[in-house]
């Protein structure tokens, strides 16, 4: 059976610890890896051993593929762990996914010293190819687009690299983009062009708001989106509900720069809950409601995301909302991910009389970024429609407001985002077309 058998003996791994005694972290970096390189897991055995004292001894572990496997035994004594990855390529040649696979696992490993081999199965004229000793790996932040897209940055230094009840923190140093965050290896945000999201995400629909005062965060426990909104003079009481409290706490120590203290201001009230079970039952009403979430539309998007982009959830936000109050939330790439885009837009259709997309480039994520406006509002009587406002308006609206030190979003921005390309409108229902 034709095939492509990887090892690798890691040596001197400098990863955080928890990933060789941990078996519950080191299977979630496994299947993290194996969803980046675009592997189907079908199942699992891991198994933590321990010395005599009780004190743990390593972990021995297998992830099923439906391609075949990836097994792994870490030696924390030695700080050293060996792979196995294999691909079965009678089908399809998936020797593309179990290098890419075998780098990351090795790249998050650590390792200063690395011995390969790579073994083409079924071909009787192929021996076993073993390389000689590498130097340390140079370790790759890789933002995954889709299956066959990323773009990717060079890690200077790990600070943070752990697994929380929910996912996979990691927080480094980059030359072009400061200090980053990544969550299950997907960034998050980055000191250098947070901005160009947060400012984008939070002010259009903050300055169409005639008099915003009480606002929602779902996710956002970075603190950039509840930043910008503290900007806004007219805000009585910010809500975060971030799930993860390590997410909070790391960017409380890490990312000063990021939140600039937002995430213990007066206003800011952080709830540690689901973020559908917490608009389902909450009996309060807010003027804006941002969806600051994961992606969950690339290759190793967040199972959590995906629950908050549901008609059903669309319906508990709406009734969270006040008369004139708007959901805010991205919606992907339209290029990289037009798919999800549009399924996502239809199902805001079902919920709310207005929507308006609009556009960001965010060099981070690699791409033009989709986000969106909703509100009950009616295109003809919208007191509160984004694309009626003029640009005078917008700036005095952001001179009364007392907007200062904004890095990208501006009177003449606000109308330009709104403008979209002819392959954006192609995503969206001819009725909402026209109305556009």
């Not at 390529?89 to 390969?116: H, M, P």
């Not at 915003?212 to 950039?224: A, E, S, T, Y």
Request: with cysteine; hydrophobic share 40%; aromatic share 8%.
């Amino acid at each position: 059976m034709d095939g492509l058998h990887l090892t690798a003996d890691c040596f001197e791994c400098r990863c955080n610890h928890t990933l060789l005694l941990d078996e519950h972290a080191l299977s979630g970096l496994m299947h993290q890896a194996a969803r980046s390189a675009g592997l189907n897991a079908v199942g699992e055995r891991f198994h933590a051993f321990k010395h005599t004292d009780g004190s743990p001894a390593g972990v021995t572990g297998t992830v099923l593929l439906a391609e075949s496997h990836i097994a792994v035994h870490t030696w924390p004594e030695r700080s050293a762990v060996t792979l196995d990855v294999y691909v079965c390529n009678f089908n399809q040649d998936n020797s593309v996914k179990a290098r890419a696979l075998a780098d990351q696992l090795i790249s998050t490993f650590q390792a200063t010293r690395v011995v390969r081999n790579e073994i083409k199965r079924g071909d009787p004229n192929q021996s076993a190819q073993q390389s000689q000793p590498e130097p340390a790996l140079q370790l790759i932040a890789q933002e995954q687009l889709t299956e066959f897209s990323s773009t990717s940055t060079k890690i200077e230094q790990r600070i943070v690299d752990v697994m929380s009840p929910f996912q996979h923190i990691e927080i480094a140093e980059t030359k072009d983009l400061g200090r980053i965050m990544r969550l299950d290896g997907a960034t998050m945000t980055s000191e250098k062009d947070e901005f160009f999201y947060h400012e984008c995400l939070i002010h259009p629909a903050a300055i169409t708001h005639q008099n915003p005062q009480k606002v929602l965060i779902i996710g956002g426990g970075d603190g950039g989106a509840c930043e910008e909104l503290l900007k806004h003079n007219t805000i009585e009481q910010i809500t975060i509900c971030e799930i993860d409290e390590q997410v909070v706490a790391k960017a409380k120590e890490f990312l000063e720069t990021i939140h600039h203290g937002a995430l213990t201001h007066p206003k800011v009230n952080i709830v540690h809950a689901d973020g559908f079970a917490f608009v389902r039952d909450c009996l309060a009403r807010f003027d804006l409601i941002f969806l600051d979430l994961t992606d969950p539309i690339a290759p190793n998007g967040s199972a959590l995301a995906q629950s908050c982009l549901t008609e059903e959830f669309f319906q508990a936000c709406k009734n969270c909302l006040t008369k004139h109050g708007q959901l805010v939330l991205h919606l992907g790439s339209p290029f990289y991910h037009a798919q999800r885009y549009q399924t996502t837009y239809r199902q805001l259709q079902t919920q709310f009389d207005l929507i308006r997309p609009y556009h960001v480039y965010i060099p981070s994520y690699g791409a033009e970024w989709g986000m969106a406006i909703a509100s009950n509002e009616t295109a003809d009587s919208a007191s509160n429609d984004p694309l009626a406002l003029t640009a005078s308006t917008v700036k005095q609206r952001i001179e009364h407001r007392g907007l200062h030190h904004l890095k990208y979003y501006n009177h003449a921005i606000h109308q330009a985002l709104f403008a979209l390309p002819n392959y954006v409108h192609s995503l969206i229902d001819f009725n909402e077309r026209k109305k556009l």
